[in-house]
C-alpha cells in the first residue's frame, strides 16, 4: 500500500514552524542564531528569577519584584554576543577538527570545554558587568568571588549535553548551550 505524504500547508502549526526556523537558519544563520539565543537568554533569566521568587514565597521571606532590566540585558548578551559567537566558534570546530579525524569526539569536547568555555564564561562576566554599568573592581570582585565556582559547575552538568551538541548535532543547527550556563 503505498504511503501518502501531506503537503506542508496540511501540517501541525509546530512542523511548519520548526519548517520555517530551519529556513531561515539556511538563509540567515548568524541574525537566527543571534535572535534565538536573545529571546531564550532572556526567558532562561525570566526563568529563574520565577523559581528563586518561588523558593523564597515557600521559605516566608519577601520576594522581590521581576527584574526587566537583568532580562533585558540577558536578551542584549544573547542577541549580541552568544549568537554570533557560537556560530563562529561551531564552524570553526568543523574545520579545526573535522569528522574524519580520528579522535574527533574526545578532542571537540575537550576544545569546548577546557577552551571554549571558560573563555565564554570571562566573556558573559566581563559583557554582564559592563551592561550593569559596574566598574572594574565590582567584576574583580565577581571574578575571585565565582568565577571557579561558576565554571565547575558548568562542566559538571552541560559536559553530557555539549557531547551531544557538539558530535552528534548537525553544526548548522546547534544549539548553543552557553546562553544557559551562566
Given amino acids: ?8 500547508r496540511d501540517s501541525s502549526v ?6 520555517q526556523y530551519l529556513v531561515l537558519l539556511k538563509k540567515y ?16 533569566n525570566l526563568l529563574s528569577q520565577f523559581v528563586e521568587a518561588r523558593k523564597k514565597a515557600q521559605k516566608g521571606a519577601p520576594v522581590s519584584n521581576i527584574d526587566a532590566a537583568g532580562a533585558a540585558r540577558y536578551a542584549i548578551y544573547g542577541l549580541l554576543i552568544t549568537g554570533p559567537v557560537s556560530h563562529l566558534f561551531y564552524q570553526l570546530m568543523e574545520v579545526w577538527i573535522p569528522t574524519t579525524d580520528q579522535f574527533c569526539v574526545v578532542k571537540r569536547l575537550l576544545l569546548d570545554r577546557l ?9 558573559f562576566y566581563f559583557v554582564m558587568n559592563i551592561l ?14 565565582s568565577y571557579w565556582t561558576a565554571l565547575k559547575m558548568n562542566w559538571k552538568v552541560w559536559t553530557p549535553f555539549q557531547f ?12 548553543s548551550l552557553h546562553f544557559i550556563r551562566q
Avoid at 500500500?1 to 506542508?8: A, D, F, I, N, T
Fill in 29 to 44: 544563520p548568524i541574525l537566527t542564531k543571534s535572535v534565538t539565543s536573545g529571546i531564550l537568554s532572556a526567558l532562561g
Fill in 14 to 19: 509546530h512542523f511548519r514552524l520548526l519548517q
Fill in 132 to 145: 550593569e554599568a559596574k566598574g572594574w573592581t565590582d567584576f574583580e570582585k565577581k571574578m575571585r568571588r
Fill in 1 to 8: 500500500m503505498p504511503v501518502q505524504s501531506r503537503p506542508v
Fill in 164 to 175: 551531544i551538541n557538539i558530535n552528534f548535532v548537525p553544526v548548522q543547527v546547534h544549539i
Fill in 115 to 123: 577552551i571554549f568555555a571558560p573563555g565564554f564564561l570571562l566573556l
